[in-house]
């Protein structure tokens, strides 16, 4: 889950696998996930603040060995219809990628 200031403040054990068990909470999730200071502009947890809704988008990360991930940030809402919290997903798809690839040959 993160924050309006796009800090982790609670993470799944997957994820903490995938960051190999160092610190996450409290991190910045685009300096864990892009290795970057600022959200990148293809940020689908901030089109998900900006719209209130959900977002999804297939992505590349180099942070995570080249490895293909689908994404799906969905809004946390306040009792006043604004965006809190999102909660951020996502799924290794590097096989399924490798695979759209050898059928596109």
């Known amino acids: 889950i993160i924050d309006r200031h ?7 054990l997957a994820m903490k696998k995938m960051f190999n068990f ?3 909470l409290g991190k ?4 864990m996930f892009h ?7 293809t940020c689908v947890a901030r089109d998900a603040f ?4 959900k977002q999804r988008s297939r ?3 180099e ?5 293909w991930f689908s994404i ?3 809004p946390i809402k306040d009792e006043n219809e604004q965006v809190t919290q999102i909660v951020y997903s996502i799924s290794d798809i590097t096989d399924v990628i490798a695979a759209e690839n050898l059928n596109k040959k």
Not at 6 to 12: D, E, H, L
Not at 28 to 31: N, R, T
């Open 59 to 61: 992505m590349q990360f």
């Open 35 to 41: 290795d970057s200071d600022v959200p990148p502009h």
């Open 50 to 53: 900006v719209t209130g809704k």
């Open 72 to 74: 799906q940030a969905s």
């Open 22 to 24: 160092q610190k996450v």
């Open 28 to 31: 910045f999730c685009f300096s």
């Open 6 to 12: 796009y800090r982790i403040v609670k993470a799944n």
């Open 63 to 67: 942070s995570l060995g080249d490895r």
